[in-house]
RNA sequence: GUGGGUGUAGCUCAACUGGUUAGAGCACCUGUUUGUGGCACAGGAGGCUGUGGGUUCAAGUCCCAUCACUCACCCCA
């Protein structure tokens, strides 16, 4: 019979590694609850529409890789490709705005595109991001840049996370710019790939983060977007710089940033890694002041970004810089098999108190349980024998000097208590 | 969707131009120590060499197909 295995671009997340998750996860927590940020949690499919109507139907998330079926009655639904729409659609359906007129939020969860898989990328991965409504003002990007900037920190990829800005502008300068660069490429539309060709019509500015040689240079005399700023435009960007060098948060400008989704408006982000292979981006995000009253919701200003766990995980290892398990504090060794039922019960009141404990389970000689307790990383042994019954004792051995002795039963948690101060 | 690379033990990898029973390290189990871990030594278990076909006296090795994994393009986190 054919062994089934996970569907192709699907990982499971063994138990020697979870740990690292669960310690990512906590960083996030801890870093997002410090800025004020509360969690969301919004289901895993959604209307197809609203991707539609928020990614844009010309990208490529949402033309080729979403996960998409017909429900039973009819309606078109689809594993979520990214998660800021569903944000913004529960932000809307809930009328969050009108309970505060700023909302702080921030997700972890599961995301599907079917593309093929490479190093960094999966069709089943995992993005933590934040999303902050209703301020229109610079310093809410200073704020959601800090809040990445400091789980970066936390992680230990300060050195290897650069971050790239730019601004591309608001919605009527982008349209004048968009225009201009129609009008520069379509002399140069023969020496443009195919690909190219068909943005110059639909979105022009997906050509500035072209790889092909060819186009790159083409491009450097292409027209700048910080040439069509409005003055609002230009003095927004100008603060954006101002607040995070003040911060002490070190940037550079990357004139060709314009990230692929279609919602994006003014100020953009990413932190780069060189550890990551070709898919670079270990987070990205920006401004995106039109999506709320696109999705049919009032015209309120929005910003935030996402990261991937997977890609921030490989940087971490890559850097040699993975969490540690935490160890159990007590090894529990049973060597006779009417002391079983004792050891489960002395085991279960040192846990209420807050103690790791492991026990054997497979009736092992002593040895094989010590090894056990070496290999786990425990502290401490405690070995319950023939003699320590009869005594109503517990045999202590602190594994890291070797020291041993004898603790009557009753004493066990008041001793364990004192070893600890 | 397109292109390259790789498939041998749980993991990392050996096996000269095709040649006898496919090996090693790590991990696992047991023992040296009948109630004491790490270290050392000894032993053990673990394989349809991804799958199917072909060439050959003989295939892990060569050829074809297929599947899987992986890297890259496209694009993105």
């Known amino acids: 019979m054919k062994q089934i295995r996970s569907v192709k671009g699907t990982h499971d997340i063994l138990p020697k590694d979870s740990h690292n998750w669960y310690q990512l996860e906590s960083i996030i927590h801890n870093v997002c609850a410090k800025f004020g940020y ?50 913004v659609r529960s932000y809307i359906q809930h009328n969050l705005g009108s309970q505060s007129p700023i909302q702080r939020l921030y997700y972890i969860g599961s995301l599907f595109r079917r593309e093929r898989p490479q190093k960094g990328r999966q069709r089943q991965f995992h993005q933590f991001g934040v999303e902050a409504f209703g301020s229109e003002y610079p310093e809410q990007e200073a704020e959601v840049v800090a809040i990445a900037w400091h789980i970066i920190l936390q992680v230990g990829l300060l050195k290897k996370a650069k971050l790239q800005i730019n601004s ?73 710089k101002r607040f995070l060098k003040n911060m002490d948060i070190p940037f550079i400008i990357n004139p060709t940033l314009v990230r692929g989704l279609d919602y994006y408006t003014k100020t953009v982000f990413e932190f780069i890694s060189e550890d990551l292979g ?92 010590f090894k056990d307790a070496n290999k786990l990383g425990a502290r401490y042994v405690l070995i319950l024998g023939e003699d320590e019954l009869k005594n109503h004792t517990i045999g202590f051995k602190n594994l890291i000097n070797g020291n041993q002795k004898n603790i009557k039963q009753e004493n066990i948690i008041e001793f364990f208590n004192n070893l600890k101060n």
């Open 278 to 369: 070709s898919q670079n981006a270990l987070l990205g995000g920006g401004r995106y002041d039109g999506l709320v009253e696109n999705l049919g919701g009032k015209p309120i200003p929005g910003i935030g970004f996402a990261a991937g766990m997977e890609r921030f995980l490989l940087a971490i290892k890559e850097n040699k810089l993975e969490f540690k398990p935490q160890p159990p504090d007590i090894y529990f060794i049973c060597l006779d098999r009417s002391g079983i039922a004792t050891l489960l019960n002395i085991a279960n009141k040192l846990r209420t108190k807050g103690y790791i404990i492991i026990s054997d389970m497979l009736r092992k000689s002593m040895k094989a349980q």
């Open 168 to 240: 591309i502008g608001s919605a009527k300068c982008r349209s004048t710019y968009q225009q201009a660069l129609k009008d520069f490429f379509s002399p140069h539309l023969a020496k443009l790939s195919e690909v190219s060709q068909k943005r110059l019509i639909k979105n022009p500015l997906r050509i500035l983060d072209t790889k092909n040689k060819e186009e790159l240079s083409i491009l450097k005399n292409a027209p700048r977007i910080s040439e069509y700023y409005s003055k609002e435009d230009k003095d927004h960007f100008e603060e954006v």
């Open 38 to 87: 509360k969690e969301i949690r919004t289901p895993i499919f959604e209307e197809t529409n609203l991707f539609f109507r928020s990614v844009g139907e010309d990208t490529d998330i949402v033309s080729k890789e979403m996960y998409t079926w017909k429900d039973k009655n009819g309606t078109s639904l689809t594993l979520r490709p990214e998660l800021t729409a569903s944000v």
